[in-house]
């Protein structure tokens, strides 16, 4: 006969232990708008022809590493927290500046020949400016932030598009100072999600569309 029925007794039941908690993941958003934001700007610096060539240079370890890399890993983080659509975003954009940083190092030095040269960038441009666009139509349901830095890109695409197409150093120009408006309104995104988030209140707008 089983203990339990000698004594009258039942066996203690085992204690209950509480599940543990889901890890958290911080916000990769202000990480991910602030690595596009820096490199976005110095590179629209020398579409803008505020520097020259050779100084343009310097924007190519920035979209390796910070452009590149940390924008990536803020898309992976994106994907971790259940948002398709930053995820989305920062992959493809960290992506880009990964390939700029190929395109310019590996493949422009090759294309020795204007017209060619011109045909590839323009080619190029006109892809990211098809994705811009239809990002910026899912943005919509974002907030005005985030949704001012995809229509300011987006312009800026196309200016720098229609620049290489048509070896126009007008239109590069105007997609340059594009560019720079666009760093402005991703680093003003940036810093109010950070800042929203370090003060647990709302420090600055970034107007919610749903």
């Known amino acids: 006969m089983a203990d339990a029925d000698r004594t009258g007794t039942q066996p203690a039941a085992a204690p209950v232990t509480a599940p543990a908690p889901a890890p958290t993941t911080g916000d990769p958003g202000p990480l991910g708008l602030a690595a596009f934001a820096m490199t976005t700007f110095v590179l629209s610096w020398f ?6 060539d050779a100084v343009g240079y310097v924007v190519l370890p920035l979209a390796f590493f910070y452009g590149g890399i ?4 803020a898309g992976m983080w994106e994907f971790r927290r259940g ?34 040269l011109y045909q590839a960038t323009g080619l190029f441009l006109l892809a990211w400016t098809v994705f811009t666009v239809y990002m910026t139509m899912a943005a919509l349901r974002t907030n005005g932030a985030v949704l001012g830095v995809f229509v300011t890109l987006s312009l800026t ?3 720098l598009t229609i620049g290489a197409f048509a070896q126009s150093l007008t239109w590069t120009r105007v997609g340059g ?3 720079l408006v666009t760093a402005l309104v991703a680093w003003y995104a940036s810093f109010a999600m950070v800042a929203n988030s370090t003060w647990k209140r709302t420090v600055l707008p970034v107007w919610p569309l749903r």
């Open 47 to 52: 579409n803008a022809g505020l520097i020259n």
């Open 70 to 73: 940390v924008q990536v890993l």
């Open 83 to 116: 948002n398709t659509f930053a995820a989305t975003a920062f992959g493809s954009f960290g992506a880009f500046w990964l390939a700029y940083w190929g395109y310019v190092g590996g493949v422009v030095p090759q294309l020795m020949q204007e017209p060619e």
């Open 157 to 159: 695409f196309l200016f």
């Open 177 to 179: 100072w594009t560019g």
